[in-house]
């Protein structure tokens, strides 16, 4: 190596105190200055050039605001030193913390990530944006395999890198198994010729679905499995055609479809065996003399409204096929002799018996002939959970086409863009920057759909109880008689324990639905 005086040094960083630092390596067998030589020559190359951008990050070692000669002492050490360490080598992994945001006590769509480091660090003056990045493990929906995303820094003013401390604020939630990464010069070591360089692996408490979960609202890639009423442009609702179930074909269908939901569970065979005594028990033919939708609401076994067979079969009224002149699915209504009935849209006779699960979940919770806003949107809510339970185990009911299915899609869609008090989980109210139809009709949660309605306080019976024990984590205290009131609509935007985040990102992909940007 050849010998060079400390004055002609010095001379030289003063000359080039404002060149930038360096994008590719003067030495192409390592990504970082080798050598003193290689020093001297990168900064001779730089010889008569006026540049803004000062070359701190890479000559100021001891971060004083000036180039100098206690740069130089420290930069001796290095002389053919090893300049890039492993960012894990100096990273502290067990203190790292990652903690997701609030605004007035409601869980935001931000991140904030602290990493503690084993020494001091120094700032850098390159673009920060280019030279760190978080990437979060994401579930594509097209695909559903992993990916890695880049989440937007929202804040990058590192103002403890002398405690060795880089804490950084992102836009979106950090799942686990994130990667943290830096370039050489994002930072620098506290009176060394060091930097930090390389990738970490974060432990988060989000797993990827619910990082995933956390990019909501998702949009739709077909608008035309949904209903006019939330996209107008789509095609016009057309309940499904074709000849009713037989008793035996509904009876096959309902084993295959809960053989299906019961799959590599220990217990399968005697709960479906369970199931199909009940479908052919004949209390409950006698209540429901129709097999398809029977088997609809056998179909409720293993589900969040599990509680509803032994309900609806318990009840006073039967349950048939007919006139609806309310325009929903199905309505109670009272008998001209007296007594009450159950009535099933007759143009649904041909629709999916699964479907008409869901309608019986919500069935089940009504008492009497009035409903109000509140008792409306309980019994949408537990609606759209269970319709989710049942696409799961056939998919094909999503992806039909048919009026019904369209409808119970527009609901499941309308509760995964929403939830506020648990976010990223699913829930009623608004998630932030909340719209639960991307591109179509204007709402901003599930719970604003039913707005309109006059609020009316009304029976609650032993079913809405045995729904919120199913919904809520164990541990959790109910009220001794839930009600259609605001309490159990809090707790139903807050719980949802019947379907993993996992199982929620498969509904959505079911759905064909698309991360909205």
């Known amino acids: 190596m050849r010998r060079y005086t400390i004055p002609l040094l010095i001379f030289s960083l003063n000359i080039f105190a404002v060149v930038p630092s360096w994008s590719q390596p003067t030495n192409p067998s390592t990504p970082c200055i ?24 890479v000559f100021d070692i001891d971060s004083n605001g000036e180039i100098g000669f206690s740069d130089f002492i420290l930069f001796i050490p290095s002389f053919n030193g090893e300049i890039c360490l492993s960012i894990d080598s ?10 997701q945001q609030f605004v007035d006590e409601k869980p935001q769509r931000l991140t904030q990530v602290k990493l503690q480091f084993s020494t001091s660090l120094r700032p850098a003056n390159v673009d920060l944006e280019r030279n760190l990045s978080i990437q979060s493990p994401m579930i594509d929906l097209a695909s559903g395999h992993t990916i890695f995303r880049p989440l937007k820094f929202e804040n990058l003013e590192l103002t403890n890198l002398l405690e ?8 979106g939630l950090v799942g686990d198994g994130s990667v943290f990464s830096a370039e050489m010069w994002a930072f620098g070591i506290l009176n060394a010729y060091k930097t930090p360089f390389g990738s970490i692996t974060l432990s988060s408490p989000f797993s990827p679905a619910e990082a995933t979960l956390g990019l909501r609202p998702f949009s739709p890639a077909d ?21 009713e179930l037989s008793e035996s074909d509904a009876r096959t269908e309902l084993e295959a479809f809960l053989n299906t939901r019961f799959s590599g569970n220990g217990e399968k065979e005697s709960k479906v065996q369970n199931a199909l005594r009940v479908f052919s028990d004949s209390a409950t033919v006698a209540k429901i003399s129709n097999p398809t939708l029977r088997a609809g609401l056998v179909s409720l076994t293993g589900t969040l409204a599990e509680p ?48 008409f699960g869901p309608v019986f979940a919500r069935l089940a919770l009504q008492e009497d002939f009035s409903t109000g806003q509140e008792e409306e949107l309980i019994g949408a809510a537990v ?44 829930g009623i109210y608004p998630v932030p920057d909340g719209e639960i139809f991307p591109g179509g009709t204007k709402f901003d949660s599930f719970a604003a759909v039913f707005a309109p309605l006059p609020s009316q306080e009304t029976q609650a019976g032993s079913v809405l109880k045995a729904y919120l024990e199913r919904l809520v984590p164990e541990g ?6 839930p009600g259609f009131d605001s309490e159990t609509l809090d707790l139903l935007d807050r719980y949802q324990n019947v379907l993993t985040a996992e199982e929620m990102v498969r509904v959505a992909r079911i759905l064909k639905l698309r991360f909205r940007d």
């Open 34 to 57: 080798e050598d003193f030589e290689d020093f001297i020559a990168f900064a001779s190359s730089f010889q008569g050039r006026v540049i803004s951008i000062n070359f701190q990050p």
């Open 90 to 99: 100096v990273h502290i992994k067990e203190q790292a913390r990652i903690e």
């Open 164 to 171: 060795g401390i880089v804490d950084v604020r992102v836009s």
């Open 223 to 243: 608008a035309n499995l949904f209903t006019t009423g939330a996209y107008p442009a789509a095609t016009a609702l057309v309940p499904a055609s074709g000849s």
């Open 308 to 355: 509803a067979i032994r309900a609806v079969v318990n009840r006073s009224e039967t349950v048939d096929f007919g006139t609806v002149v309310s325009g929903d699915y199905a309505e109670l209504r009272e008998q001209v002799l007296g007594g009450r009935q159950g009535v099933f849209d007759e143009r649904y006779r041909s629709e999916a018996f699964a479907l």
């Open 383 to 426: 609606l759209s959970l269970v319709a989710m339970q049942q696409v799961l185990v056939d998919s094909g009911l999503a992806l039909s086409g048919s009026e019904l299915s369209r409808r119970l899609n527009t609901q499941m869609l309308a509760r995964l863009n929403s939830g506020r008090a648990a976010f990223p989980r699913v």
């Open 476 to 481: 959790v205290r109910l009220p001794e008689s």
